[in-house]
């Protein structure tokens, strides 16, 4: 399906990230991976407008187009209580300039029936404490989605995923993390990787700006005390 397609993935040397990049890989993609990590990859800066520059003119220069862009990279997590205003600006930077600043770059290189996923996550409607410089990145790239689609209306289309709890070391729970979820267990890179292999394909070319939420049914349970084995500690 995706054969000789030019995909970029931010953030694919680890994670969810590299599961995605392998997936496209295995269906014959061409793969473009941009990460700060060390590896075989393109090596830079996402919070860096001239590494995005520069990246992004590799890939025109290489493969004159793209099919398909995911933005996967992830801010920084820190809270109220320590995160620093740089670090906080760093956070939306990659989180939020880093996405709309790549996809500005394709723009006027993107083939008939592109496709753009952002990888948002569920903590873009819900929250722990002291994670305010990840959430407010992924708030951001959640609503950037839909701006995105209808700029790009007719010509490519943009989704976003929001992940919740995904194990990326594929370590199967038992117990209380896993009966917490209402799938019954936590989810894994590929819960993700075979969401945005969907939404690039042509089943799904009626789907647009649209937020998918791959969780196991975390955000959709209602919690009080005392109910369905929950107790306020």
Known sequence: MFKDKVVVVTGGAH???KCIAEEFTKQGARVE????????????DLSVKEDIEKFASYVISKHSHIDILVNNAAPLMKGIDDCTYEEFEYALKVGVTAPF???KM???HFAKGASVVNISSSRDRMSQAQTESYTAAKGGIAALTHALMMSLRGRVRVNSISPGWIDTDYIVYEGADAYQQPSGGVGNPMDIANMVLYLCSDKAAFINGENITIDGGMTKQMIYHNEGGWTLQ
Do not use: L
């Open 15 to 17: 994670g969810i990230g």
């Open 106 to 108: 394709f723009a006027a």
């Open 33 to 44: 991976v941009i990460d700060i990590m060390d590896g075989d990859h393109y090596k830079a």
């Open 101 to 103: 600043y790549m996809t």
